[in-house]
């Protein structure tokens, strides 16, 4: 009977040919007369996942030296290709010979693989012996690990490097699809009973191998089990294909060479598996020898019956012993299982704990990722505009200095038609010229000739400064409130009526001729007479300075009321406001209008020998004196220049 391998290795995407075409080869090599591919997974690359790799390669860190590891060949096939050339300063870690070929044929190079081949080290292929020879090629902590594998198992293979003290990050690089199975494909499967070899890679392989096979509800399943041989490659799937119900299982080393190994080995045994054929009858025995045989038979008979009763004592006593010791067991066995169960709580509820620890960092680690998330989004939005700044600052030096051209002439219009300020246009047209001096472009050279020519108009023109007088205007208007007037009491007077009839008089005093001794008695009378005369004078010009005098045009702004103070500052205000829009709009002989009646109010109610009148009256006199009957330049030429620049410049850009 000849025996059909069954090869259930993970099915992995089109463009990943290395292990498809070496399992051909091995296969056509071998010369197996039946092969049934049975895929139970596909492989689906993560690439999101693997492009953490040239992270990984690219950060600094303290360690002397970086490995990757390979958990098993298909990651490997599929890391590999995506990384495409190997960094030549990479370890490469695999876990047996198989993987290290492929890893070679991927290009990696020799001295930089590190596989437990059996060839060079004494060591098991699995990562148990991936874990021996790391410890005994590197020192302790001066390794950075990478682990790629796939999604789940491989669990303990991380810590035994972290144990290490090494740095260890885990990659997940693709992930599992269970492939639907057609009937035919089972159908096919479940026909071969014994004459199947099963070739399992992984726990999961068998298992959901064995789900699917268990959805057809067939008996020969239980066929299958029992008489098919199951090739592993660990103890882990040794053990999940027992406990599904296989029972020949073989545990041997990975890769197709093995298997082609152990089916040379074992196909005689395997082709002289078959159901041995029913033995011949006895020839009949002669009558005489009956009767003697009926005897013998007898007493063997008795002594059997004898023995047999021995021993039903003997077994019934063994019993009674053995039931004793066994109570006595079974209650060990008890208080064992229960200590057991009780540490079992305990390291459960440890589990736990570490458990919704772990769901904590988990919601925490996704927060930081969400903020880091939305970090980069703002990173990316500033680099992009920073770019856009940065081509803007690269654009022609032309367009930069023509625009700003623009922006001054356009300045210099506002303020000679807006506001009349001859400087200010002045000004902004020669900042223009300066501008383009530094340009050498022949397009530029008319407008520069129509700007100096209009800047010679400009500057022939009085440089009034609208705008000043105007803030001196409303500064004037804003001083109405505190102007005095002749009617109020701060008015300024001129003189008092002591000072308009004679003088004082303690000027008037003169010094009386000297007294001789014989007339003492005679002129006492007479000198007391003169002191109470003069402090007479005295007295009388005090009380008549009292009296001041103050010399008005018309005598009724001296009879004022409050109300009409009031009414007479407002109007005063409205006129100093009209003068102000009539000199911003530049209207000559409302101005003068204004003007004249702010004067004949301040003049005629308001005291002039103040200074705040005299100041009032000092803006408006030089308001007074402004030319606003102008006739100013329009530009002309220099819009015209400026239109055929521009004109010129987008011809160049397009």
């Known amino acids: 009977m000849s025996h059909t391998l069954v090869v259930c290795k993970p099915k992995l995407p089109e463009q990943y040919l290395a292990q498809r075409?070496?399992?051909?080869?091995?296969?056509?090599?071998?010369?197996?007369?039946?092969?049934?591919?049975?895929?139970?997974?596909?492989?689906?690359?993560?690439?999101?996942?693997?492009?953490?790799?040239?992270?990984?390669?690219?950060?600094?860190?303290e360690r002397t030296k970086r490995m990757i590891v390979f958990v098993s060949p298909s990651v490997l096939e599929i890391t590999v290709t995506h990384m495409g050339k190997w960094p030549t300063d990479v370890y490469c870690g695999v876990m047996g010979r198989q993987s290290a070929k492929l890893a070679s044929d991927l290009g990696v190079p020799q001295d930089r693989i590190i596989a437990p081949t059996g060839e060079g080290n004494d060591e098991t292929e699995d990562s148990d012996g991936l874990a021996r020879l790391v410890s005994s090629q590197f020192e302790a902590g001066s390794c950075e690990v990478l682990v790629c594998k796939g999604p789940r198992g491989r669990v303990e293979f991380p810590k035994k490097l972290e144990n290490m003290?090494?740095?260890?990050?885990?990659?997940?690089?693709?992930?599992?699809?269970?492939?639907?199975?057609?009937?035919?494909?089972?159908?096919?499967?479940?026909?071969?009973?014994?004459?199947?070899?099963?070739?399992?890679?992984?726990?999961?392989?068998?298992?959901?191998?064995?789900?699917?096979?268990?959805?057809?509800?067939?008996?020969?399943?239980?066929?299958?089990?029992?008489?098919?041989?199951?090739?592993?490659?660990?103890?882990?799937?040794?053990?999940?294909?027992?406990?599904?119900?296989?029972?020949?299982?073989?545990?041997?080393?990975?890769?197709?060479?093995?298997?082609?190994?152990?089916?040379?080995?074992?196909?005689k045994s395997m082709d002289n598996n078959k159901p041995t054929p029913a033995s011949t009858p006895?020839?009949?025995?002669?009558?005489?020898?009956?009767?003697?045989?009926?005897?013998?038979?007898?007493?063997?008979?008795?002594?059997?019956?004898?023995?047999?009763?021995?021993?039903?004592?003997?077994?019934?006593?063994?019993?009674?012993?053995?039931?004793?010791?066994?109570?006595?067991?079974?209650?060990?066995?008890?208080?064992?299982?229960?200590?057991?169960?009780?540490?079992?709580?305990?390291?459960?509820?440890?589990?736990?704990?570490?458990?919704?620890?772990?769901?904590?960092?988990?919601?925490?680690?996704?927060?930081?990722?969400?903020?880091?998330?939305?970090?980069?989004k703002e990173e990316a939005s500033q680099r992009a505009s920073l770019e856009?700044?940065?081509?803007?600052?690269?654009?022609?030096?032309?367009?930069?200095?023509?625009?700003?051209?623009?922006?001054?002439?356009?300045?210099?219009?506002?303020?000679?038609?807006?506001?009349?300020?001859?400087?200010?246009?002045?000004?902004?047209?020669?900042?223009?010229?300066?501008?383009?001096?530094?340009?050498?472009?022949?397009?530029?050279?008319?407008?520069?000739v129509a700007l100096e020519k209009d800047l010679s108009e400009i500057k022939a023109l009085p440089t009034d400064d609208l705008l000043r007088l105007a803030i001196s205007l409303d500064s004037v208007v804003n001083s109405v409130e505190?102007?005095?007037?002749?009617?109020?009491?701060?008015?300024?007077?001129?003189?008092?009526?002591?000072?308009?009839?004679?003088?004082?008089?303690?000027?008037?005093?003169?010094?009386?001729?000297?007294?001789?001794p014989n007339q003492n008695t005679a002129l006492g009378f007479?000198?007391?007479?003169?002191?109470?005369?003069?402090?007479?004078?005295?007295?009388?010009?005090?009380?008549?300075?009292?009296?001041?005098?103050?010399?008005?045009?018309?005598?009724?702004?001296?009879?004022?009321?409050s109300r009409q103070e009031t009414d007479l500052r407002n109007s005063l205000r409205l006129s100093l406001l009209n003068a102000r829009i009539s000199l911003l709009s530049r209207q000559a002989t409302l101005l003068r209008s204004d003007l004249e009646r702010s004067s004949n109010l301040l003049n005629t109610y308001?005291?002039?020998?103040?200074?705040?009148?005299?100041?009032?009256?000092s803006v408006i006199g030089e308001i007074g004196k402004v030319q606003l009957d102008l006739v100013l330049p329009e530009l002309q030429a220099t819009s015209a220049a400026l239109r055929l620049a521009v004109a010129g410049q987008q011809g160049e850009r397009q």
């Open 388 to 448: 856009e700044i940065y081509n803007s600052l690269l654009s022609s030096r032309t367009e930069v200095s023509l625009s700003e051209v623009e922006q001054l002439i356009s300045i210099a219009k506002r303020q000679l038609y807006l506001l009349g300020n001859v400087n200010g246009a002045a000004i902004a047209l020669t900042q223009a010229i300066e501008l383009l001096e530094s340009s050498e472009k022949p397009s530029l050279l008319n407008l520069r």
């Open 21 to 61: 075409l070496d399992l051909k080869y091995q296969l056509e090599q071998a010369q197996h007369a039946n092969v049934l591919y049975f895929p139970v997974f596909e492989l689906v690359p993560d690439f999101a996942a693997m492009g953490e790799i040239n992270s990984w390669l690219s950060q600094e860190t």
């Open 482 to 516: 505190s102007l005095p007037m002749l009617s109020s009491v701060d008015a300024t007077k001129d003189q008092t009526l002591a000072e308009m009839t004679d003088e004082p008089a303690a000027n008037n005093n003169t010094e009386a001729p000297p007294v001789q």
């Open 526 to 561: 007479q000198q007391a007479w003169i002191t109470v005369k003069d402090l007479a004078k005295t007295v009388w010009y005090d009380v008549k300075s009292l009296v001041e005098v103050t010399k008005v045009d018309s005598p009724e702004v001296l009879l004022l009321s």
């Open 165 to 267: 003290q090494h740095g260890v990050k885990v990659l997940e690089c693709y992930d599992r699809r269970v492939i639907k199975q057609s009937d035919a494909q089972c159908e096919a499967l479940l026909s071969l009973s014994n004459s199947a070899v099963l070739w399992i890679t992984s726990s999961e392989t068998i298992d959901a191998l064995d789900r699917e096979l268990e959805l057809r509800v067939d008996p020969r399943l239980d066929v299958l089990r029992m008489q098919s041989v199951v090739l592993t490659t660990h103890p882990r799937i040794t053990a999940k294909c027992k406990e599904l119900g296989y029972a020949h299982v073989v545990q041997i080393a990975t890769g197709i060479q093995s298997v082609n190994s152990w089916l040379n080995s074992n196909k």
């Open 282 to 376: 006895a020839p009949a025995t002669p009558p005489a020898a009956r009767v003697g045989t009926g005897q013998i038979a007898q007493a063997n008979n008795q002594w059997l019956g004898k023995a047999a009763f021995f021993i039903s004592v003997v077994s019934f006593v063994l019993i009674l012993l053995i039931a004793f010791a066994g109570k006595n067991q079974i209650e060990k066995t008890r208080m064992a299982f229960g200590e057991r169960i009780q540490k079992e709580s305990t390291t459960l509820d440890l589990v736990k704990e570490d458990i919704g620890e772990a769901g904590d960092l988990a919601k925490d680690l996704k927060t930081r990722f969400d903020v880091l998330e939305q970090a980069q």
């Open 606 to 617: 308001f005291d002039t020998q103040s200074i705040q009148v005299q100041r009032a009256q």
